[in-house]
């Protein structure tokens, strides 16, 4: 910088810093929380007792469907034989003989005809393979962690078996990706469940999953969607799990979605009029972007705790994987993002999947409800806020010392908005 230069300070998004002096950024979370490195990472033992513990009494996320009965044990074993890392076999496998356990069990139930009882322990099974597969499983463009894809498919036919069981059935469809390009898979795996009785076609809402939270995971959000006679059609994102578009492209989600926009308008069951998204975490990136690329094709977003681009800067990334996630946030984000290294991961992100640097933010969007905790560790608030700079109005809920989605208080929000979005418009009856 010139001697006779002026620094000047720059206050972008809630971020501020001097500009080509290097001083540190200032994120709204705080510096303290920043740069620290929450106790959760020393390890097992104290990712159990300080972070999952109490929410698993609960059963709150990421416990949700399932019993503190059935975790208490894997995670005392885990801790007794020092097992700390949550990317090795012998963490993924020490969950098995519980959810197989669990399985039999309900299948013992089934066959009696107690499908009530045989749907609890299916589900319990299905959430302690959800916890087996943590943080993080892919199959593009190959498969992560093969233990971890076996709890994986384990899940996903324990989940087929609950499904079957209710009032209104979960059924898979395979999707024809006709709009795949590239290294693009020709199959969109998405789970269905609609309101049978009832005459449709049906308003609906296409659930965008997270980096963890996958199709099966959403028991309790589809149960809501279905009491209010909402379609519920769920869909898992660019680089995790099933999803068949191509991690390393920043189109990609865009031709997922048409594919998937064009099945639904030609399949009868859902009102092409009444079509919302919402984009759960990582899910929520794709809120926004869909928002934009898609504005006359949905009627609203919610995008809930979403990242577009402050989440990919580097000096954020530096300090991300010591803030909520239970294990390391970055290696799992940048195979997501189909980088073959975190340290290219960090020096290339921003600038291939930033929507702003993308320019897609100033384009007129669907309205679009931004919601998070001003305190979130994993997606900056700053993201959120920085879509209020750009394009259309944005609608919003920020949680004043909430984490990452706002949680628990986020559902109180959400679900009063979808409703009003959903009742202003007319549909195709």
Known sequence: MSPHTVPTKKNIGGISGVEGTGEPREWLMGK????????????????????????????????????????EPIFQSLIARNINDGNSAEYTSSFFPTATNLERQADGLLAQGNKAKASELYLRACTVLR????????SF?????????????????????????????????????????????????????TPKGKQ????????????????????????????????????????????????????????????????????????????????????GYYAVRIAHTHKERIIGSVAQGAGVHYFYDSDWLEKADGHEYPFKLTPAMAHKHGFGSVEEYKKGVQKKFSLLEAGLLKRESARLFLINGTLDGLMPIEDSMLLFEHGSPKEARFFMGALHMGYPMANSSVYPWMESVMSSVQGSK
């Open 32 to 71: 303290e929380a920043f740069e620290a490195v929450m106790p959760h990472h020393e390890g097992i033992k104290a990712l159990w007792e300080t972070k999952w513990k109490f929410p698993c009494t609960k059963s709150l996320y990421p416990f949700h469907d399932g019993a503190f009965s059935d975790f």
């Open 131 to 138: 916890i087996a597969r943590f943080p993080y499983i892919s």
């Open 141 to 193: 463009p190959e498969i992560t962690d093969k233990t971890k894809w076996q709890a994986w498919e384990l899940q996903k036919s324990i989940y087929m078996k609950a499904g079957k069981t209710w009032e209104f059935p979960l059924e898979e469809v395979i999707v024809p990706h006709t709009k795949a390009e590239g290294r693009d898979r020709k199959d969109i795996p998405v789970y269905i469940r």
């Open 200 to 283: 449709g076609p049906f308003p609906t809402v296409v659930l965008m999953t997270g980096l963890d939270g996958y199709r099966p995971d959403n028991t309790v959000r589809c149960e809501e969607f279905l009491s209010r006679g909402w379609a519920a059609v769920v869909v898992e994102i660019p680089g995790t799990a099933d999803c068949p578009a191509d991690s390393a492209d920043p189109e990609s989600p865009d031709r997922l979605w048409t594919s998937l926009l064009d099945w639904m308008a030609k399949d009868g069951r859902f009102d092409n009029k009444k079509v919302m998204v919402w984009g759960l975490s990582s899910g």
